[in-house]
């Protein structure tokens, strides 16, 4: 049993893709709401992220890359200020999609 408190958690799932599969396996036994909300909200990102790299030999993909980026420090203020806010439209997508991070 850990006694890792679900906004520690939610904080260690945006320290790279590494600390969100973390945090996964932390929730995964002991669960908390928020923190499984903020590691469903990184894997979205991680994502996005991914397809950034995917269109680096594009202009597109700079772009892409910093507003991942942009998106993913308001994401991780967010976790540190304990709030569910995240991006619009996308975190709510990202709530319902990967459903099997619950």
Wanted: hydrophobic letters at 55%; aromatic letters at 22%; glycine letters at 6%.
């Amino acid at each position: 049993m850990n006694n890792i408190s679900g906004h520690t958690k939610a904080i260690i799932a945006y320290c790279t893709f590494i600390g969100m599969i973390i945090a996964y396996f932390l929730n995964k036994d002991d669960k908390h709401e928020f923190a499984t909300w903020h590691i469903k909200n990184m894997f979205g990102l991680v994502i996005l992220l991914f397809a950034s790299v995917a269109l680096q030999g594009y202009e597109f993909g700079f772009y892409v890359y910093w507003t991942a980026v942009c998106l993913w420090l308001f994401c991780f203020l967010m976790a540190i200020f304990k709030q569910k806010v995240g991006i619009p439209f996308l975190s709510e997508k990202f709530q319902s999609w990967f459903r099997f991070l619950d």
